[in-house]
């Protein structure tokens, strides 16, 4: 891993926005959830639709990092108000109340459906709790990304903080801020990210102008080491149309409005991607 300095800019805490701290938009309040590797319940995004029209602008708003956003939101001091934060609640989505800032975790979205070296969907479940059962883990920075690509190398060259490559179906690298960490077997991949992002608690410090993000650290979280040979070399984002696993819906401008919302609700799961799409995995329809 190249060395790197503390970032010359930082002079506050992350403001990164959530349920429980909104950010103040020329709108009103913006709130982000995450969705850990993308997937969400159509019944959740149908409820989450609702939530917008009842108390925002109408749509769901599709990040870069396969989160949901609500936007027009209404705030209450540096708050929500306590029905919507209650109407947000009932969605599902917010699984974690203490933790709901930290659970930034992209996952190859086809995992498990179709193509790459192994099904990822357990490994990122695993590294949720994990995160979520840690209470010292709530203070990572709102903006601390973990990356998981099952192989198929479509997420291999997104940046992120902490995260793994799969090299087969048994084991994984992974990756620390721009470097490689160790191989390590894919059953204890979770844990090692999670042991990764404590370290990085304890070295970044506490004050204002704490590193935010692995790269920004001083010193290397750990040795450097080479990328294992059976890396995989990036791909293309995910076409939209019918591709393998499914149908990967584009959403222009990663605006979900009432009628795009309408038509996704009847399917029983759906994965948010990275490219502003939602991919319908096959045979996912409730009956």
Do not use: K, Y
């Not at 979520?132 to 940046?159: H, K, Q, Y």
């Not at 204002?208 to 990036?234: K, N």
């Amino acid at each position: 891993m190249p060395s790197s300095t503390v970032h010359p800019l930082r002079s506050r805490r992350d403001r990164c926005p959530g349920v429980f701290r909104p950010w103040p938009a020329g709108d009103g309040g913006l709130v982000r959830l995450r969705l850990v590797g993308g997937r969400i319940p159509g019944t959740s995004l149908a409820a989450l639709g609702e939530v917008a029209g009842r108390f925002g602008d109408g749509d769901v708003h599709l990040t870069r990092r396969a989160n949901l956003q609500l936007r027009a939101m209404p705030t209450h001091g540096d708050g929500l108000p306590s029905e919507v934060v209650e109407a947000i609640a009932a969605t599902g989505l917010l699984p974690s109340r203490s933790h709901e800032l930290v659970r930034n975790v992209m996952v190859s979205p086809q995992t498990g459906l179709a193509g790459g070296r192994t099904d990822l969907r357990t490994v990122a479940s695993e590294l949720d709790r994990l995160l979520c059962d840690d209470e010292a883990l709530a203070s990572l920075p709102g903006r601390f990304l973990f990356v998981l690509d099952d192989g198929r190398g479509d997420l291999v060259e997104r940046s992120c903080d902490l995260g793994l490559v799969a090299l087969d179906n048994t084991s994984a690298q992974l990756r620390v801020g721009e470097g490689r960490g160790p191989v390590v077997p894919l059953d204890e991949a979770a844990g090692a990210l999670v042991e990764l992002a404590r370290r990085f608690l304890v070295v970044r410090g506490g004050g204002a102008d704490a590193p935010w993000h692995v790269e920004e650290l001083a010193e290397p979280l750990v040795p450097a080491v080479d990328a294992d040979p059976r890396t995989p070399d990036g791909c293309p984002p995910l076409p939209h149309g019918v591709v393998e696993g499914g149908t990967h819906v584009a959403v222009p401008r990663g605006v979900l409005d009432p009628p795009a919302l309408r038509r996704l609700a009847p399917h029983a799961e759906l994965v948010v991607t990275p490219w502003h799409g939602v991919l319908v995995p096959e045979g996912e329809e409730d009956q």
